[in-house]
């Protein structure tokens, strides 16, 4: 009995030191992950057209990480990395080959599992993971989709908005502008505009568009309303269980269409362009990996990646840079706010319950955005505007309230950080084939902000993604981010190191400067401290069909996929794509894109 009572005492003094700031049960967590939102959110600095009331309220009622960042700058393998705890070297994922496809991160509990193993209810909604797998939740509401999609022809398209050659990119990535009535909208050929949806394959259906305030919902408002009902029914609930609810908003991803009545908060004459220095780009390595060299064209043997593209057809459509990027701020900033209204929504339901004084709440995003800066409008790139991630946390009775911390730190701190305030306990391997947590828990820096005291690194390690059949971790492109300083090095071994005190914009590559070699040759010692070494590359997916073991193989499966999404490739229209199709399409689609953009 004197045993079993002292156990009883070890076990309360243990919640009770464990759950301090909280009250006596353990606490909810709503996890928000916005998708390609970089630091244009009030007081991030990064867009003073910005508005973002809701996610400022949510920011003074607790701590603004100024200096978050992501693991690998684009959407698959960095939610992977985010939602297991896992870098991109260890695991072996850097691509988008589907996460639970990796023995590594397989053999790995994901972030909602552990909280379920620890007895919390898991429910979410929209785009958590790249690649959804329906048992790592207890309950889900909406699958991701990436709509609303202007539709024609049978086929999704580009809004009717957008003008050649930009919208040649696609329904997607070349997409953007108000969610309006498209009644009497076609196009050159007579085919009448609709909305769609955006689910994939037999997934999409329409989307109903009379007026703005006669319309279906769009996927980020359906998620907006499962998450404050799922709220509210927790609420009422007498005697629940903790929770762990994520929340996936899928814009200000492309294609940036959201309601009228959000582009009419942004004034094209009043919206402010990002300060760019002619030449920029000049002194970067990053196209010398990407398959153009700085000043080059495009040719059939050298495609241009994703980055430099959207940005030379959308100034091509617009016929400067200026107005170029006022439209496509204009349609982010519109998203943006979008998103902030349901963030609103969700803190609302919150706080007008009896959660909030026992639920963290935290939000931020995959990756961030570059907005022309370095002649680049997109993610995966190693610079301030891809890395960077806007990162709030409200942790009621543990967070410093409306405080800002500098210290650099990046998205695999998330899962330790929910460990440590939660008292998640239990291995978050499976078994010997996983991999343990790689990040430290923000605990200390929550308490204390300005301190900067915490067991983390001192600088927030990205990779970037580039499509392998195999990845090598020891040669990969990685960025080291500090308080002060940027080193980049590349696949090729081309570095830049930027003072980001003195030069925020990172303008200037001080690599070649005498005066820094010293500090270039400590850089590279500390990122090859935190990689494997070469002869250690973790296993990976064989994504090739099964009978077949070698790279013509492997060449053939990407054919085939590059021919779903070009049909128009198969010249002799027999069903199939022959490489020399493949090749005399591919070298007319890059010289006429290259045209296009002189004209």
């Excluded at 080959?97 to 053999?107: A, I, S």
């Excluded at 898991?122 to 909406?142: A, C, D, I, S």
């Excluded at 997607?172 to 609709?194: E, H, I, M």
């Excluded at 930027?498 to 070649?512: C, F, K, M, R």
Aim: aromatic share 10%; hydrophobic share 35%; with cysteine.
């Amino acid at each position: 009995m004197r045993y079993q009572l002292l156990t009883a005492i070890l076990t309360l003094s243990f919640f009770v030191v464990c759950a301090r700031g909280f009250t006596a049960d353990r606490p909810n967590v709503i996890f928000i992950i916005c998708d390609d939102l970089n630091d244009y959110v009030e007081g991030f600095g990064g867009h003073p057209n910005a508005v973002t009331p809701n996610m400022t309220r949510l920011a003074k009622s607790g701590v603004r990480f100024t200096q978050a960042h992501c693991n690998i700058p684009i959407c698959g393998p960095s939610r992977a990395s985010l939602f297991t705890g896992i870098y991109p070297h260890h695991s072996g994922c850097f691509g988008f080959t589907k996460w639970e496809k990796y023995e590594v991160l397989k053999n790995s509990r994901t972030l909602m599992d552990h909280f379920r193993v620890n007895g919390y209810q898991t429910l979410g909604t929209g785009k958590l993971m790249h690649h959804m797998v329906r048992k790592e939740w207890k309950q889900y509401g909406n699958r991701a989709d990436y709509g609303p999609f202007a539709f024609a022809a049978g086929e999704k398209v580009a809004h009717p908005d957008v003008p050649a050659p930009f919208r040649g990119i696609g329904p997607v990535d070349g997409s953007f502008g108000p969610l309006v009535n498209l009644a009497g909208r076609k196009t050159p050929d007579g085919k009448q505009f609709r909305w769609q949806n955006g689910g994939w394959g037999n997934q999409a259906k329409a989307l109903r568009v009379a007026s703005q305030d006669d319309r279906d919902l769009t996927p980020d408002e359906l998620n907006g309303n499962w998450a404050v009902e799922n709220i509210r029914s927790i609420a009422d609930q007498s005697g629940r269980q903790p929770f762990f609810m994520g929340i996936g908003f899928i814009r200000p991803h492309t294609p940036l269409i959201v309601p009228q009545r959000f582009f009419d908060m942004f004034p094209l004459n009043e919206i402010e362009l990002p300060i760019i220095r002619p030449g920029d780009v000049d002194d970067t390595f990053a196209q010398l990996i990407r398959g153009i060299p700085n000043g080059e064209e495009p040719t059939s043997s050298r495609t241009e990646d994703m980055g430099t593209r959207l940005f030379r057809q959308l100034v091509a459509s617009y016929g400067s840079r200026d107005e170029a990027l006022r439209r496509f701020i204009q349609a982010y900033l519109a998203s943006v706010a979008s998103v902030d209204e349901q963030v609103g929504r969700i803190l609302d339901a919150i706080d007008q319950s009896p959660l909030k004084k026992n639920t963290i709440v935290v939000l931020t995003s995959d990756h961030g955005w570059g907005m022309g800066e370095k002649d680049y409008l997109y993610k995966n790139s190693l610079w301030q505007e891809s890395t960077q991630v806007p990162l709030i946390v409200r942790a009621p009775g543990i967070a410093k309230k409306d405080t800002n911390c500098e210290t650099p730190v990046s998205l695999i701190d998330l899962y330790p950080t929910f460990v440590d305030l939660c008292c998640l306990e239990g291995d978050t391997k499976k078994n010997d084939k996983g991999h343990a947590l790689d990040g430290h828990s923000l605990k200390p820096l929550l308490k204390a902000p300005e301190d900067g005291k915490w067991s983390g690194p001192d600088e927030a390690l990205t990779a970037l993604y580039k499509w392998r059949i195999k990845y090598d971790p020891s040669r990969e492109s990685y960025s080291l981010r500090s308080k002060d300083w940027r080193y980049i090095r590349y696949e090729n071994g081309k570095e830049e190191l930027y003072n980001t005190t003195n030069d925020p914009h990172e303008w200037h590559n001080l690599v070649s400067k005498p005066e820094h070699t010293e500090r270039i040759i400590g850089c590279r010692k500390r990122l090859l401290a935190r990689l494997p070494s070469p002869e250690i590359i973790p296993p990976q997916p064989k994504w090739q069909p099964k009978e077949s073991n070698n790279p013509k193989a492997n060449a053939e499966v990407w054919k085939n996929k590059y021919f779903s999404k070009h049909p128009k490739a198969d010249a002799d229209k027999d069903g199939k794509l022959t490489w020399p199709e493949y090749k005399a399409y591919r070298a007319k689609f890059d010289i006429e894109s290259a045209k296009k953009s002189k004209e």
